[in-house]
């Protein structure tokens, strides 16, 4: 099974930056795809970007266009989030997840096609 870890998360004022790191252990991540999911109180969980397990692919929200970045290192076994130009509606609980799809399929955004979660890592943008 799939073990995952975030850390990075913190309180960052509006227009600040954070990056978001996903380990990885106890199965073959090259097979995985990799997504990062948020829940704010109250809130349903939101897919937020997503990455294939060949790297090649990237989907993400519209709400985060042109402000966060996914990338994977397979040499560490891990994710990366970079989040640019924060703002208060970013503040939320931040998860990764994965599901074994090998190759360059787009990965979905939607919670229930993954299996393996991380226990999430909190974002406040707050000034």
């Known amino acids: 099974q799939l073990q995952l870890v975030e850390s990075g998360g913190g309180l960052v004022q509006p227009g600040g930056s954070l990056k978001l790191s996903c380990a990885t252990s106890g199965a073959s991540f090259e097979f995985f795809r990799i997504g990062w999911f948020r829940q704010a109180p109250g809130m349903e969980r939101e897919g937020v970007l997503c990455?294939?397990?060949?790297?090649?692919?990237?989907n993400f929200a519209d709400s985060v266009k042109g402000r966060f970045t996914i990338s994977r290192d397979d040499a560490k076994n891990t994710v990366y989030l970079q989040m640019n130009s924060l703002k208060p509606e970013d503040t939320a609980v931040y998860y990764c997840?994965?599901?074994?799809?090998?190759?360059?399929?787009?990965?979905?955004?939607?919670?229930?096609?993954?299996?393996?979660w991380g226990q999430g890592t909190q974002v406040t943008v707050s000034s």
């Open positions: 997840a994965g599901h074994p799809v090998p190759g360059p399929f787009l990965c979905p955004l939607d919670s229930r096609t993954y299996d393996y």
């Open positions: 990455i294939s397990s060949n790297g090649e692919r990237t």
